[in-house]
């Protein structure tokens, strides 16, 4: 069977509500599409949510005694008190150096014999010795921060317990802008739901059109006088709706459960939204009239949606410090934008600066993938 010549079908609003409504209808009817659009998303910002952090709060250290005078003592419990490590004392190096080797302990610091007479001499420079695990770089720098900060929250004690000021040379007081609390998931948060967001628009049209073709009911489609504009239409705009109702439910979510605060304008949030979702839904209708299997389909919309939006999109790998040739791939992921948007929307507010380009790129992007599934529709048996 040979392509049916546009201009015979023409384009119906009537033949495109009919479709609409009969698409609506199976989305009712098939649990499956619920399933996709309410739980899994709710499932998969749990996980994001308190699954993955990037916050360092209490490292696990070694503290090595090898003096017990005062001022030693008092160092000893100034670690204690730090809401940042959670303290193993030991007289030796050796007694922790095992779990520093089989990461148990994170760190360690040792304190050395001479540390109460040279503090109390005056004469010489005191000095503490500070391990880290330099397997996992971040850890070691948090720990040398903390150990840092630490010892210069226990000079101030001390110099203020003998009534003397303490002042370092350069004294800094740190301000961060946008996420204040400097919580990994303020930022995390808004990536994910466009993770999230890629996997949900995908999957849910992967299946539309192979389940027509497996149903056998493609058939009897292509033998009325609809028009592929007319059959792409119908297959994507149901399918919006529902993951618009998924978008809401991850921004309530995020803001109301999670606590992640929005700054931004619902309008942009939603013209940004329906962006993007012409791209995740153009890529699972691509994927579906390609492959015309529901099982094929969805496990390409799992992996083409899912890997290039996490790994390049920039929320957890920086794309700058990737290799140049990556970074020529990432412009190519619409996640990359959608991820830039949805951070700046709830941290920072409406930064059209920020927004603007980046909703430009998703238009281009939404563009080319529904460009791109209508060159590869055909409106014929053989494929």
Same mark, same amino acid.
């Given at each position: 069977?040979?392509?049916?010549?546009? +201009?015979?079908?023409?384009?119906?609003?009537?033949?495109?509500?009919?479709?609409?409504?009969?698409?609506?209808?199976?989305?009712?009817?098939?649990?499956?599409?619920?399933?996709?659009?309410?739980?899994?998303?709710?499932?998969?910002?749990?996980?994001?949510?308190?699954?993955?952090?990037?916050?360092?709060?209490?490292?696990?250290?070694?503290?090595?005694?090898?003096?017990?005078?005062?001022?030693?003592?008092?160092?000893?419990?100034?670690?204690?008190?730090?809401?940042?490590?959670?303290?193993?004392?030991? *007289?030796?190096? +050796?007694?922790?150096?095992?779990?520093?080797?089989?990461?148990?302990?994170?760190?360690?610091?040792?304190?050395?014999? *001479?540390?109460?007479?040279?503090?109390?001499?005056?004469?010489?420079?005191?000095?503490?010795?500070?391990? +880290?695990?330099?397997?996992?770089?971040? &850890? +070691?720098?948090?720990?040398?921060?903390?150990?840092?900060?630490?010892?210069?929250?226990?000079?101030?004690?001390?110099? *203020?317990?003998?009534?003397?000021?303490?002042?370092?040379?350069?004294?800094?007081?740190?301000?961060?802008?946008?996420?204040?609390?400097?919580?990994?998931?303020?930022?995390?948060?808004?990536?994910?739901?466009?993770?999230?967001? &890629?996997?949900?628009?995908?999957?849910?049209?992967?299946?539309?059109?192979?389940?027509?073709?497996?149903?056998?009911?493609?058939? %009897?489609?292509?033998?009325?006088?609809?028009?592929?504009?007319?059959?792409?239409?119908?297959?994507?705009?149901?399918?919006?709706?529902?993951?618009?109702?998924?978008?809401?439910?991850?921004?309530? =979510?995020? =803001?109301?459960?999670?606590?992640?605060?929005?700054?931004?304008?619902?309008?942009?949030?939603?013209?940004?939204?329906?962006?993007?979702?012409?791209?995740?839904?153009?890529?699972?209708?691509?994927?579906?009239? %390609?492959?015309?299997?529901?099982?094929?389909? %969805?496990?390409?919309?799992?992996?083409?949606?899912?890997?290039?939006?996490?790994?390049?999109?920039?929320?957890?790998?920086?794309?700058?410090?990737?290799?140049?040739?990556?970074?020529?791939?990432?412009?190519?992921?619409?996640?990359?934008?959608?991820?830039?948007?949805?951070?700046?929307?709830?941290?920072?507010?409406?930064?059209?600066?920020?927004?603007?380009?980046?909703?430009?790129?998703?238009?281009?992007?939404?563009?080319?993938?529904?460009?791109?599934?209508?060159?590869?529709?055909?409106?014929?048996? *053989?494929?």
């Amino acid at each position: 069977m040979t392509d049916r010549p546009a +201009a015979h079908a023409g384009f119906s609003f009537r033949r495109l509500s009919a479709l609409c409504v009969k698409e609506t209808r199976q989305i009712m009817r098939d649990p499956s599409s619920w399933l996709i659009a309410i739980v899994l998303p709710v499932f998969l910002l749990f996980i994001f949510g308190f699954g993955i952090s990037l916050d360092t709060n209490r490292l696990r250290i070694g503290v090595v005694m090898e003096d017990r005078g005062i001022e030693a003592v008092r160092l000893a419990a100034s670690v204690s008190g730090s809401p940042y490590f959670d303290p193993v004392f030991a *007289d030796t190096l +050796a007694e922790v150096q095992d779990g520093l080797t089989r990461g148990n302990l994170r760190g360690v610091i040792v304190i050395p014999q *001479d540390f109460t007479a040279k503090v109390l001499g005056g004469h010489d420079q005191a000095q503490i010795q500070v391990l +880290a695990d330099g397997s996992e770089p971040n &850890t +070691a720098n948090f720990v040398a921060s903390y150990a840092r900060g630490m010892l210069e929250s226990w000079l101030a004690a001390r110099a *203020d317990s003998h009534g003397m000021s303490f002042s370092e040379a350069v004294s800094l007081e740190p301000r961060y802008w946008f996420n204040p609390t400097t919580i990994s998931r303020n930022y995390l948060i808004p990536g994910s739901i466009s993770v999230v967001m &890629t996997i949900i628009g995908a999957l849910l049209t992967s299946l539309v059109i192979a389940r027509e073709w497996e149903r056998g009911t493609m058939e %009897a489609l292509l033998a009325t006088p609809i028009s592929k504009t007319e059959l792409l239409l119908s297959k994507s705009l149901p399918y919006y709706a529902l993951a618009m109702v998924a978008m809401a439910i991850c921004v309530l =979510i995020a =803001i109301f459960i999670m606590d992640v605060p929005f700054r931004g304008s619902i309008l942009i949030l939603l013209l940004s939204t329906s962006l993007f979702l012409g791209s995740a839904l153009g890529l699972g209708l691509l994927l579906s009239s %390609a492959t015309r299997n529901q099982f094929n389909a %969805a496990q390409g919309a799992l992996n083409a949606a899912f890997l290039p939006s996490a790994l390049l999109s920039g929320l957890i790998f920086e794309i700058s410090s990737m290799p140049l040739a990556v970074q020529a791939v990432t412009y190519l992921v619409p996640a990359r934008y959608f991820v830039t948007t949805l951070q700046t929307l709830f941290q920072a507010g409406d930064l059209l600066a920020i927004l603007l380009p980046n909703m430009l790129f998703l238009l281009l992007s939404a563009v080319f993938w529904l460009g791109l599934t209508a060159r590869a529709t055909r409106r014929r048996l *053989d494929g």
